[in-house]
């Protein structure tokens, strides 16, 4: 694998790091943990004349919890990290579920949760749990810091809403409201170590009665960038969970995913395992959210 000629810098901190950004706009890309971006150098995706790693950049990997804040996930916290980690686990074992689904073990040893999030391909597997759990997406630019919402946050395949000065240094994850449940789920061809065909993150909280209070349900790989079922939530809302209401709500995820046929799988074959997966997603997050 030959790959293109480059400077690479390695700054030591976070100014240092948007002030290289915002010299070399245009020409400069920034490494994580590589494992997409050594990729499209490689296939000359891409061809800048600077790649800047982050990985000097101290407090960029680190994952902490309160119960203001909710869960924090460095920019450089490894996809193996988060599988395992016991913050993750014990407040959002979803976001550990997705990370594990992500690639082999190797990948998951160098790739990180935010370079699968700023990566920006509508197929990822750690957005949709994310998306569900309404993440907020820390960018900074050296000197001030934003929050994006991550329903504002992908803006096509490929591109996010960050600025090309703007480094995202952590993922936010609201704590969970009671009697909340979320699921992560994923089919590809092979059923393991593979790209999503479809996946869905579905976030429920119900009320007193067993009712939905609130739904958030996130697709991948059925549109440019992760969809929400709107319809679907607005259905859900306020009833009650029977297998009925939540095969309807899969019904209606499906009319809201337009999905394309490529290598991975066919547009009817996404629709109709968009109609599935949501269902299975809805009831398994319904589940845990009424205390199974
Ligand atoms: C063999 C193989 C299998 C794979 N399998 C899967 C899979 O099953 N599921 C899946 O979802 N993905 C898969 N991937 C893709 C990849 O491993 C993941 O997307 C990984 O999480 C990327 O993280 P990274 O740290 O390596 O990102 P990098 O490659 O370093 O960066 C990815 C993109 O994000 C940008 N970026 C990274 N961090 C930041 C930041 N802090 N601020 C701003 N921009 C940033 C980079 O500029 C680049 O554009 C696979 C890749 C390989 C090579």
């Not at 924090?72 to 979803?94: C, D």
């Not at 569900?132 to 991550?150: C, F, Q």
């Not at 703007?166 to 790209?195: C, F, H, T």
């Not at 996130?218 to 095969?247: H, N, Q």
Request: aromatic share 4%; net charge positive.
């Amino acid at each position: 694998m030959s790959l293109p000629q480059f400077k690479f810098l390695m700054p030591t901190s976070l100014s240092e790091a948007c002030a290289l950004l915002e010299e070399h706009q245009g020409k400069i890309k920034i490494k994580a943990g590589g494992t997409d971006m050594i990729v499209r150098l490689s296939h000359r995706a891409v061809k800048p004349d600077f790649l800047m790693a982050l990985k000097k950049i101290p407090g960029l990997n680190e994952i902490s919890y309160s119960p203001e804040a909710g869960l924090t996930i460095g920019a450089l916290a490894l996809l193996r990290e988060v599988e395992l980690n016991p913050l993750v686990l014990e407040q959002a074992p979803m976001l550990a579920r997705a990370a594990h689904a992500t690639a082999t073990v190797q990948i998951r040893n160098m790739g990180t949760v935010m370079g699968n999030v700023c990566n920006a391909s509508p197929s990822a597997d750690n957005i949709p749990s994310l998306v569900a759990m309404n993440a907020i997406i820390v960018a900074s630019s050296g000197t001030k810091e934003r929050e994006i919402p991550i329903d504002e946050f992908f803006l096509g395949p490929g591109r996010s809403a960050l600025q090309a000065n703007e480094i995202a240094v952590a993922i936010k994850v609201p704590k969970l409201a009671a009697n909340s449940g979320v699921s992560y789920q994923k089919i590809s061809a092979r059923s393991k170590v593979d790209i999503a065909a479809v996946n869905i993150g579905a976030l429920i909280t119900l009320n007193e009665e067993g009712k939905c209070k609130s739904v958030r349900i996130s697709m991948g790989a059925v549109g440019p960038t992760p969809l929400r079922a709107a319809l679907a939530e607005k259905f859900l809302l306020d009833k009650k969970i029977t297998d009925e209401t939540l095969a309807e709500a899969g019904r209606l995820a499906a009319e809201d995913a337009s999905p394309i046929s490529d290598v991975r799988a066919s547009r009817e074959y996404r629709k109709l395992m968009v109609e599935v997966m949501t269902t299975r997603a809805l009831k398994e997050a319904a589940g845990f959210a009424g205390g199974q």
